[in-house]
């Protein structure tokens, strides 16, 4: 049985409760938000395992809230909307939006829009670079870089410096406690816990250095996180 969670941002109310009584048949959780801020106050909270978005939302519309989304990280989405020109899909794919399906719209059909995006989701995102604001953290490449107006900055990281700032930048807000960070460097034959504060003040130094103060974020005695509402 199924047991992801699935965040429907829908400004109506009968279209909202008709996804949910079809999802919750399917063995998806389910919660609701009526405008762009509560969808996305949700997903900041909550985490959703995907996201079926409206495009026209009150306060803030529907490629806004995709676009805070894709900064965050790559929570699947499905963009709905009663918008029928092609350019309208043509944006929902450029903004990032895994799949689009126009008003009116079987309730059945966006569960088996569901099912598909969620069952190809993990092999998709996998390698995707992940995008904070400015820094980029590439793991394909084993690379990261901030965009600078004068171009891209690469950070030049020593091998356990990406793989700590990969694991952070892949859940950003998240604390990290300092033995989790100590298992990501050499599961094997973990570092002392003071290591792993040396490699945090380099990595710390070098977003710096690239004009991201602050987004490296420690708590004393507990561990680290990377601020994802960092610009």
């Given at each position: 049985m199924?047991?992801?969670?699935?965040?429907?941002?829908?400004?109506?109310?009968?279209?909202?409760?008709?996804?949910?009584?079809?999802?919750?048949?399917e063995g998806y959780r389910t919660v609701e938000a009526s405008d762009g801020e509560i969808g996305l106050a949700h997903h900041w909270t909550l985490k959703p395992d995907?996201?079926?978005?409206?495009?026209?939302?009150?306060?803030?519309?529907?490629?806004?809230?995709?676009?805070?989304?894709?900064?965050?990280?790559?929570?699947?989405?499905?963009?709905?909307?009663?918008?029928?020109?092609?350019?309208?899909?043509?944006?929902?794919?450029r903004c990032g939006a895994d799949d689009y399906i126009a008003k009116p719209f079987e309730p059945d059909l966006v569960v088996a829009h569901t099912n598909a995006v969620l069952g190809r989701g993990g092999d998709r995102t996998a390698n995707l670079p992940i995008r904070l604001g400015k820094l980029t953290v590439d793991q394909s490449a084993r690379t990261a870089w901030v965009d600078q107006p004068t171009g891209r900055k690469d950070l030049k990281l020593t091998p356990t410096e990406f793989k700590l700032i990969y694991r952070m930048a892949r859940s950003p807000g998240r604390l990290f406690e300092?033995?989790?960070?100590?298992?990501?460097?050499?599961?094997?034959?973990?570092?002392?816990?003071?290591?792993?504060?040396?490699?945090?003040?380099?990595?710390?130094?070098?977003?710096?250095?690239?004009g991201l103060h602050g987004?490296?974020?420690?708590?004393?005695?507990?561990?680290?996180?990377?601020?994802?509402?960092?610009d």
């Open positions: 199924r047991n992801e969670l699935i965040l429907i941002i829908e400004d109506d109310r009968e279209t909202r409760a008709l996804l949910k009584i079809y999802l919750d048949r995907l996201v079926i978005l409206d495009v026209s939302l009150p306060r803030r519309d529907g490629f806004d809230v995709l676009a805070e989304i894709r900064r965050r990280g790559h929570t699947p989405v499905i963009m709905v909307t009663g918008r029928g020109k092609p350019i309208d899909e043509l944006q929902g794919y300092r033995p989790e960070l100590t298992d990501e460097c050499n599961p094997d034959d973990p570092p002392l816990e003071r290591t792993i504060d040396s490699h945090m003040y380099n990595l710390r130094s070098k977003l710096n250095a690239a987004m490296l974020v420690s708590r004393r005695g507990v561990g680290y996180r990377m601020d994802n509402t960092h």
